[in-house]
């Protein structure tokens, strides 16, 4: 490709409304333009990186046994009535009608419409497993679109879909998938984790998110620097203390902490550790009737020490809160506890509340808490002397560095990252749903047992600049680069030297396959160089009548600081060491 010939738009200033590096830079490259809210053309520097993406995607797919596919962006609700998504997937779920008043959908996923395919076609256990792919356009309604392609409302993703015979069956599928995507993401030359991830309310350990490390990610992973332990905060389990708890040593009395309702506020105005305080969180579960009426609701108090923060998707799993809950109204609060936020406590209450205490509280003596009086806390509070000894204790805070592993090989790390894959084992949850079923080996009908795995391929692209990056720009990795070599030309249109040296170079990497562009456009260097530092084309060549001169020419990868001199009839070879060919 010539630099004439293509769309180079580059700008030295990004849009005010771009936060990110990635939104940044892929708006001041040319790689994208902003059309509405969380929607975006894509470019043809862009597209080229897009494109590279879908090609590795698409053939570590293929390898693996995948078959592709393609359904429609827009989808007849009734599929989406079938599972009830129609109804509960909130305001995200682009809901629309055509002229005659029948209900529709824009895809953000397409579980409903290849499992109504499955169980149309694959009516036998002869015909499974099968693996249906596709790389397709998905629309998620998002309240507050940013980010740019990392958090757009119009996106494109790889989504797969297994189905199998059993179980068993299934889980092979599934490590077949995540095999594959870790060739894939081996192939986008990136740092990145396979991190365990909570299933959510389908259950079962089978799931796995696929991190691309980067300082500005939104997900905190933890890991174990001494083994391949790796999961995400919600799922990353903090182990029970060792040891037992130290007996009672102080007294209980009460305190006055006027105006230091936080633990850290607490703990400073006391002068203690902020590790010797507890916080009180407090829930509150409903039970509905069929008519989705609250006719019963119970109060739930959850002690964590002081220095660490609930976990959600923990709380989310302990008996009596599994099923769902809230935090607390204020009305609830002051009807169990006598007294406003900020001072609460297991101590003294006013109607009895379901406690609920985290391991490291349980082991914890002389602690601190709220007293249930506006502007005091009690100080010297025990176990079995002052509360009766815990019933319910459950691991329910996030991680911090430094916890031991949960495989016991050392202690946990945290860094960030952007999930861009995630393979997900569904059981039966799509195919009971809309009876999807085949004809088992015992001659009667059987649920699918499904997983489902995506891919995505937009956010990857601003993954990896977030990852990829200094001040001149962008700087790719070779397999998604727009181009992989850039020739610089000085002076082209005026020196025929330069313009042979440059032409022929020019065509034998095109002869071997290199996907290279030649900047035949005439401009000044330093603009020129700009430029491709600022699009982050990895391997750079500038040719000039000096340095024809002297029989060289100047190489430099877009990570190294200096150019290097390599003779002129040995760029080639030079090139081709670096490229790996």
Partial sequence: MKASQFFISTFKEAPADAEVVSHKLMMRA???????????????????????????????MNRAGAVEITMPVVQPAELWQETGRFEKMGPELLRIQDRHGRDFVIQPTSEEVVTDIARQELRSHKQLPKNLYQIQTKFRDERRPRFGLMRGREFTMKDAYSFDKSRDAAQVSYQNMRQAYQQIFDRFG???????????????????????????????????????????????????????????????????????????????????????????????????????????????????????????IKVGKVPGLDAGFRFATQAEIESHFGCKPGYLGPLNLLQPVNLVVDRDVAIMADWICGANAEGFHMIGVNWGRDLPEPSVVA???????????????????????????????????????????????????????????????????????????????????????????????????????????????????????????LDDRDERLGAMLADWELIGVPHRVVISDRGLKEGTVEYQHRRDTEATKVAQDGILAHLKGRLGL
């Avoid at 994208?32 to 975006?40: E, F, N, P, V």
């Fill in 395 to 517: 691991d329910l805070r996030n991680v911090v560095a430094g916890d031991l592993s949960p495989d016991g090989k050392g202690q946990l790390a945290i860094e960030r990252g952007i999930e861009v894959g995630h393979v997900f084992y569904l059981g039966d949850k799509y195919s009971k749903a809309m009876n999807a079923t085949f004809l088992a080996e015992n001659g009667k009908p059987a649920f699918f047992e499904m997983g489902c795995y995506g891919i995505g391929i937009t956010r990857l692209p601003a993954a990896a600049i977030e990852q990829n990056h200094d001040e001149r720009g962008i700087i790719w990795p070779d397999a998604i680069a727009p181009f992989t070599v850039v020739l610089c030309p000085i002076g082209m249109a005026r020196s025929e030297a330069v313009q042979a040296s440059a032409s022929a170079l020019y065509d034998a990497l095109l002869a071997l396959g290199v996907d290279v562009i």
């Fill in 190 to 312: 990136l740092r990145y984790r396979a991190v365990r991830a909570d299933s959510g309310a389908i259950g079962g350990d089978l799931s796995e998110e696929f991190q691309v490390i980067a300082a500005t990610g939104e997900d905190a992973i933890v890991y174990c620097p001494d083994s391949d332990y790796a999961a995400n905060l919600e799922k990353a389990e903090a182990l029970a203390p060792t040891g037992t708890r130290p007996a009672a040593s102080l007294p209980m009395s009460q305190v006055a902490t006027p105006g230091k309702s936080t633990c850290p506020d607490v703990a400073e105005l006391l002068g203690v550790p902020l590790s010797t305080t507890v916080k009180s969180l407090v829930l509150a579960t409903d039970e509905l009737d069929d008519k989705g009426i609250v006719v019963k609701s119970q109060v739930w108090l959850l002690l964590l020490r002081g220095d660490h923060d609930m976990n959600e």
């Fill in 30 to 60: 040319g790689l994208i333009k902003r059309l509405g809210a969380g929607i975006y053309n894509y470019m043809p520097m862009g597209l080229r990186v897009i494109r590279k993406v879908e090609a590795i995607v698409r053939e570590e």
